[in-house]
């Protein structure tokens, strides 16, 4: 009964207020399990103006100080680069060579941070604090001390810089995976305890361990037996959080061709899936997964692995399929599909604001590493650079081509969305130092890619505030999930037709997007603010849970007819 009124009340509310405008609703159909949300989700515009029409637009726009082997979106103008100690140019405060910066978005310039460790082959996760927390690394050189054992903080601010726990975890791990869970403490999965080509049991590391938001230390790793079955090629899991309205931390985990479905909270396997078809998918025969959108009501999480290889050999062709798999059906399979037609070993996968999958980087034959050698003798293991994105539409299931970029960006590159819309793209060095005499040199040259979203000539809604705030990016706006937030947007277009999704960036490293989230979210109502008024009040509601979207640093992207806004706004979930 209170359902029903709550309907009707906002269809006359929307039937009174912005009839003439001409947005399209769409009533979500409750059938069975599941988060269920109530309200009104707008459909999608009538007209395609983006992927596929028109290539997109590549600018060479600045220079990452250090090899951009890592990074994290840290504030809506800011990035976060972690390189490895290597022979960096520029340096950090106390002479060592620089391995991390922080790159502005807007000024193209960079602010060299300063770490005590080796950072070599790490990875990252927020705390649902705001705090970056970075782990693992490599030996010491170069000044730096050893940094298998290393954890790092970073918290965005002025002026902020690395804070250190030299031997913090529980044992070395290199090339570890890691995941934001929904209490907003912090996974950290596998890795070897040293450096390598291909894992090997003598060095596997098949443990796990917890690092709690509220502070201290992990009491204790957990053993993890999966990653000695999983041999040799285990390292840097596929990790996604399942959603679900039951409090659990669920985690769908994938290495090589096996997938389990685990429970964090009892460390039991709840769930093993079918072998993925295909070649290997992990380091060095590296793929990429990426967890599709979740759309209310049911937030349906489907994921998407693509790419990798079938042999670690130079001339192999990279693979060219992927599987689409939603794991919490009761006998779910895999769905192939041919990646486009386009073959890749080490893709990054970046979710668009139109819920698009942007593939790029990577190369279409070979693997990830190096050699060691001379010189004298190419260094790099991979070839044929895959220079054009392939995007993906998860609702049609088709496959299209951008524009193509003219830098490859091979072993240790990366791409992550930024909250003006762009695609930020850089990285590539598949040699143990810097070198630029190679084929496929050191590489420290920014692009920002502008996709065809950016381009249609429409006019971009601008986001004028958030709640309370109208002073928006000036520090991130804390929201509880679930809530209803006003959101005042202006709307420079005829006939206004609005889209609202919440994006968590995570952190980028090695084809891995860990932690990379797309929500989109109900707009409850929409108002225009003063009649023939070019600003609207949309109210929308928050993703309802932590499962769904991670807690701590995300952005809220308005889309008018699937252009966006010129700034996403960032948020603090909590
Ligand atoms: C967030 O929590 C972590 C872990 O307890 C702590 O190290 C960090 O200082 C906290 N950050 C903030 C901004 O309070
Ligand atoms: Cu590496």
């Not at 509310?13 to 399990?33: E, M, R």
């Amino acid at each position: 009964m209170k359902v029903i009124k709550f309907i009707l009340l906002l269809c006359t509310l929307l039937a009174k207020d912005i009839s003439s405008s001409g947005l399209v609703t769409a009533l979500p159909h409750p059938t069975s399990a599941s988060p269920v949300s109530l309200g009104l989700l707008y459909g999608r515009a009538d007209t395609d103006v983006t992927e596929g029409k028109i290539g997109g637009e590549w600018k060479i726009v600045g220079n990452s100080g250090v090899e951009a082997m890592h990074i994290a979106v840290v504030s809506h103008n800011e990035i976060v680069i972690i390189d490895k100690v290597e022979a960096n140019p520029i340096k950090q405060a106390n002479g060592n060579p620089a391995i991390s910066t922080l790159y502005n978005i807007e000024t193209n310039e960079y602010r060299i941070l300063n770490l005590d460790s080796d950072t070599f082959c790490t990875a990252g996760s927020w705390f649902s604090n705001g705090t970056l927390l970075h782990a693992g690394g490599a030996e010491n050189q170069f000044g730096y001390n050893e940094g298998y054992q290393s954890i790092r903080f970073f918290t965005p601010g002025d002026g902020a810089d690395w804070s250190e726990i030299p031997g913090g975890m529980t044992s070395r791990r290199w090339y570890p995976a890691m995941a934001t869970l929904p209490s907003g403490d912090v996974l950290v999965f596998g890795g070897a305890y040293k450096g390598t080509g291909k894992n090997n049991a003598g060095i596997n590391n098949p443990t796990y361990e917890i690092w709690p938001a509220a502070g201290g230390v992990p009491e204790k790793a957990f053993d993890m037996p999966f990653l000695t079955e999983t041999l040799p090629y285990n390292l840097y899991a596929f990790l996604h959080v399942m959603p679900n309205n039951e409090g659990k931390q669920i985690a769908f985990v994938f290495v090589n061709k096996q997938g389990i479905l685990y429970d964090f909270d009892t460390a039991t396997i709840l769930k093993r899936f079918p072998e993925m078809p295909g070649g290997h998918r992990s380091y060095p025969l590296t793929g990429n997964s990426v967890l599709l959108p979740l759309n209310p009501p049911y937030y349906k999480p489907i994921v998407m692995i693509c790419g990798g290889n079938t042999e670690m050999e130079i001339e192999t062709l990279s693979e060219a399929s992927c599987g689409r798999i939603d794991p919490t059906e009761d006998n779910p399979q895999w769905e192939m599909d041919d990646f486009g037609g386009v073959g890749r070993v080490m893709p990054d996968s970046v979710i668009m604001p139109t819920g698009k999958i942007l593939y790029l980087n990577g190369a279409g034959a070979g693997f990830a590493g190096y050699h060691r050698g001379p010189n004298t003798n190419p260094l790099y293991v991979a070839i044929k650079p895959v220079l054009a994105p392939s995007v993906y539409d998860p609702e049609t299931k088709e496959w299209s081509r951008f524009a193509p970029s003219t830098i490859p960006r091979m072993y240790h590159s990366v791409a992550t969305l930024v909250s003006d819309g762009r695609i930020f793209v850089a990285g590539s060095n598949p040699q143990g130092d810097v070198y630029t005499e190679s084929e496929f040199p050191t590489e420290y040259r920014v692009e920002m890619f502008s996709p065809p979203y950016l381009l249609t000539g429409l006019v971009r809604p601008k986001i004028t505030s958030v709640g309370e705030y109208t002073e928006l990016n000036t520090q991130r706006i804390p929201v509880s999930y679930g809530l209803n937030v006003e959101v005042t947007v202006i709307s420079g277009q005829d006939v206004p037709n609005f889209k609202a999704v919440v994006i968590h960036h995570g952190f980028v490293t090695h084809s891995n997007h860990f932690s990379q989230r797309f929500v989109s979210c109900n707009i409850m109502s929409a108002k225009y603010l003063k009649k023939r008024d070019t600003s609207i009040i949309l109210t929308v509601e928050m993703p309802p849970y932590s499962s769904i979207l991670p807690p701590g640093p995300s952005y809220l992207y308005i889309l008018d007819n699937e252009v966006p806004a010129d700034a996403a706004v960032e948020l603090l979930l909590n």
